[in-house]
């Protein structure tokens, strides 16, 4: 019998990571898309390090830094109780770092692409940043936001070398499908590993041609896009 | 400082209004007329101004005062209409009411602005005269202090032009508003606004009344038209101008001295001194 609980484990962390992305990103979109700070150069490089960077270094730094050995790992120990090292919330922390830039690039793109003047017009009707925001920016980029949810739901599924790294392969913990996949491979059990690598070829693909499909219609409804 | 194809220049500027007036400003393109409309609605921040208005201090660099474009009471209508495509027309004036605001005053003014019919239609399926209309009724809901027109006609035929000025001249009265337009359109000028300022490269260089401004002391004919040059043609030993005046082309002929002395595309007045014109009535 197969084990499903890669499945799981791998569902459960790609729906918090991109959760947590999403409200992450939202703010630093704007922030990058806006701002006029002078580190915002340095941001937008630390944001898409993860798109170079292979993910055996990104993975190692984490895994150096949350070490209870040294001293930001003791201090999460000691301070929080927090133990990120081959956890699942390791695995988290990891993966949000990971997929960061697949949420940040597509709002904050989309962000840019806006009129200047839908903002600056909410602005002098009166409305906050914040209504201005919800009510007229986000409602008029929802192809990004879609794009920049399902390129991270998708990213995170597909994780190997920073999970593999921090995360090891431990049964229902951190053992997500593609560490199931090198592992049965690893045992010479191909045929599970072939079940475990259809599906996730299988999901990847109507993800993405989902995102296509829905993009391609709102570019239809879009005005923008004109 | 401005920025232009010039390069920089400074950008220096300093002019009352009277409540009630429309005021317009008038230059070249570069001259800084959007600029202070922004910098008037807190959009651009410039380096040292000093804004009053109806008695309240929105901008004052000495003091270190600057008002956010949200708590300035402007209606800022672009040239491009910013109208939020995710909204309907009427959620688009809805938008711009304060919270707890009079709906009432948004059915008003989709009256006035004949917009009723189209009050659940989305601005893409607008044309440019409508959204004109929406555009112009969305900076009145808040029933601003000053508002601020930046060419807001430019994207029009001059058939929906007319029309839209009228709207303009009908918002304006009806609200007591104090408006600054930003054109350069002569016939515009002249139908809406009692002054002008006129500016070139950031310095203002003349003020008045459109008439003092624009024409020349001299001139005392009995018919003037406001007109562009569109085209200098040299027949035999005297020269065809044509303008584009009133929605016509007028030629009118030159001597040599005369037509070296203008440009196409400049703005010019045509003016008759004897004649005596006929008044036909239209279909």
Redesign the interface.
Known sequence: MLDLSPFWLTAKLAVITTVILLLIGIPLSYWLAYGKSKIKSAVEAIVSLPLVLPPSVLGFYLLVAFSPENSFGRFLDSYFDVRLVFTFGGLVVASLLYSLPFMVHPIRSGLKNLPITLKEAAFTLGKTKYTTLIKILLPNIKPSILTGVVLTFAHTVGEFGVVLMIGGSIPEETRVVAIAIYDEVQAMNYDAANVYAGILFGFTFLALLGVYLINHSFRKTNPLND | MLLTAEGKLPLEISFQMEKGQFLALYGKSGAGKTTILRIL???TKAETADIEVDGEVWENSAKKIFR?????A???V?Q?F?L???LTVRENLD??L?KGGDKRVVDELLTMMELETLRNS???HLSGGQKQRVALA??I??KPKLLLLDEPLSALDDEMRLKLQDYILKIHHTYQLTTLLVSHHLPEIFKLSDQVLVLDKGQPIKKGTPESVFSEDRISSKFKLTGEIVAIQKSDVVYTISVLAANTIIKVIATREEALGIQIGQKVWVASKAFNPMILKME
């Open positions: 609605a807190g959009l956010l474009p949200q708590k300035r402007v209606g800022f672009f491009d910013a939020f495509p995710n938008f711009a304060p989305r601005p893409q969305r900076a809901v808040r």
